[in-house]
């Protein structure tokens, strides 16, 4: 194992919506194969971090899918999984795993990282980690900033400044600002300057520097997870999570800290092109699975139970066993499961929430 | 039960490829519940028959979907049932029904009528198969033409001449000639004469007639037929069958006989409008199809099963007790069964037959 750079918190939650019928309630996103990898995007997050962290990864994810993360991390120690009761945002669950990692290690330097995001240079973002822990030991905030390379709206955005131009971090910048997912015109204005960067949600950050900055902005919040942080690793801590977790202020990390200590001028980010996605739809999806036969079709699955005709683009994910076969739609996904089939094409990819918000009424089962 | 006006051959057979994955080898199109009505094709195609044919129904199908037919139509009459050893077209399945009709009652009037279509107007269906049984028994071979409403380019058409201008045949003309499928500028002409009408497949004969163009015409065919009709109700048969079945020609009947008798001018067309169609691909099945929510959205099957969202005109077939959700595709067709779904629109209804030829190459348990 290699030293501890860092401590990676990571936190295992969301639906992953508008990946349905793929992606389930009990089978959310994170616990998924999406790319035909053989290891689930929870995986090669963990896979992604252990260069850089040894065995300091924790994870923090919902009761409900304890048993399953545990599974599918065999390596993960007992101490190194924090189950949340109830979803509380990511400010309580980074802020939780910050807070515990300070009491067990001191004031280590913590960077949170999805556990349902892809990163396919991985060299690039071993790099862009390591000028941020250099960065976060000044006493920053770092976010890691990706490289925009289309207009993207599905994304928040951050508005880099001037480099930071300290020894060992060539190409930290202070952060002017952060924004939320733009409209496409905005999104082309953001992309002609140069200076805006995609917000992965990756923070790295001394863990005394968080909770400092946690206690000033919400400090409510601050005390409610101090108070379970040091019960955790006691007798005490059923007792106190059941009593203090509920009241707990739903609030994102962003909005909680990231853009008042930006205004400060307490975050700086490293850009980085390390291949991100957040596999958010289908439609980015596709792209990460696997061409099979002609015409850019894409098969995540059994390629032998795909039988496509004039369908350029298609994404299917044959998932049943039965023999899926598409005539004369480009661009045509379809996903195949057990129990619910879905049909449609990678430009309606954001509406599968839609249908998804259908199915909550009567057909909850399928969620 | 109403008089005999007639006696009936309904050849029970074809594929019905291009409705593939409903239609199947062991589950061919005439015995399917293709319009959500409660009764197959087949035994749509009875019930729109006996009224004017009373018991006179013969049934003439492959031995391997005898046992079906008989479930499906249990009054059927032991001896009113033909089970051919092997398809040899539609000249042998009419030449031999007709040929034991003859035996059994004499020079009847006949006619064939395709299982696997629809008529949504019995009551003219009715009055054609009345005025053409009247021109039979004059001596013609007596087409039904079927309005053209459109320039179909999916059936054959049918030129019809000069008004007979007989008692009682208020409406039948002399047929010119028949034509094969034309291509659209040719259909479209076709429409603009008002002289053509569409080829159903529906010919209504005097047996003796018949059999008598058939000597003339195709004279070992004849000698065939007439040989395995004379030991048809004796034990005879199977050698029979077994000897000369397998060498009879295979020819339609429209190339056998209607070309050549009409050029002679010995056949005549009764016009009618029906409301025919002959489901030959999932486009002209949809409109066959009850309407099931918004947007002309049709089902053939459990309605709760379906979920589409913005998929004007879609076709959905729900199959296998899934949930099928079909997103953002107007005209969609979705075809779910336990093992096969199909994916297309109805503008590619036709080119399901490449998908099925496709399959034949290692994946022939689908079809």
Redesign the interface.
Do not use: K, N
């Given at each position: 194992m290699p030293d501890t750079l860092l401590h990676a918190i990571v936190p295992a939650g969301g639906a992953g919506t508008r990946l349905w019928?793929l992606s389930r309630r009990a089978a959310p996103k994170f616990l998924l194969d999406l790319t035909g990898a053989g290891r689930t995007l929870l995986q090669q997050t963990v896979d992604r971090l252990r260069p850089l962290t040894g065995d300091g990864v924790t994870v923090v994810t919902g009761t409900a899918h304890a048993a399953a993360v545990r599974a599918q991390l065999p390596e993960l120690g007992e101490a190194d999984l924090l189950a949340e009761p109830s979803p509380r945002d990511s400010m309580a669950a980074i802020g939780l795993a910050a807070a515990v990692l300070a009491r067990r290690h001191g004031d280590v330097v913590v960077g949170s990282f999805a556990a349902d995001h892809v990163v396919r240079d991985t060299a690039a973002f071993e790099r862009a980690v390591r000028e941020a822990v250099a960065v976060a030991r000044a006493g920053y905030v770092v976010t890691i900033g990706i490289e925009a390379d289309h207009p993207s709206t599905a994304f928040g955005y951050i508005r880099a400044g001037e480099p930071l131009g300290g020894a060992g971090t060539p190409t930290a910048r202070r952060v002017v600002g952060f924004t939320e997912k733009p409209d496409a015109a905005t999104a082309a204005a953001y992309l002609a300057t140069g200076e805006y960067r995609w917000n992965a949600g990756m923070f790295v950050v001394r863990a005394a520097v968080l909770l400092d900055h946690l206690a000033a902005e919400r400090p409510a919040l601050h005390a409610g997870l101090s108070e379970i942080a040091d019960a955790w690793d006691t007798d005490a801590r059923p007792d106190v999570l059941a009593r203090v977790w509920p009241d707990l202020e739903k609030v994102a990390i962003d909005h909680a800290i990231a853009e008042p200590v930006a205004a400060r001028g307490g975050v700086a980010v490293v850009p980085a092109a390390m291949g991100w996605d957040d596999v958010g739809d289908f439609a980015s999806l596709a792209p990460l699975v696997p061409p099979a036969g002609d015409g850019d079709v894409r098969v995540l699955g059994a390629v032998a139970d795909v039988?496509t005709?004039?369908a350029a683009g298609a994404l299917v994910v044959p998932g049943?066993g039965?023999?899926?076969?598409?005539?004369?739609?480009p661009d045509?996904v379809?996903v195949?499961?057990?129990?619910?089939?879905?049909?449609?094409?990678r430009?309606?990819a954001q509406?599968?929430k839609?249908?998804v918000d259908?199915?909550r009424d009567g057909?909850d089962r399928?969620l």
């Open positions: 019928p039988l005709v004039d049943s039965r023999t899926v076969t598409v005539l004369g739609i045509a379809v195949d499961t057990p129990d619910a089939v879905l049909v449609t094409t430009a309606h509406q599968v839609q249908v259908q199915l057909r399928l």
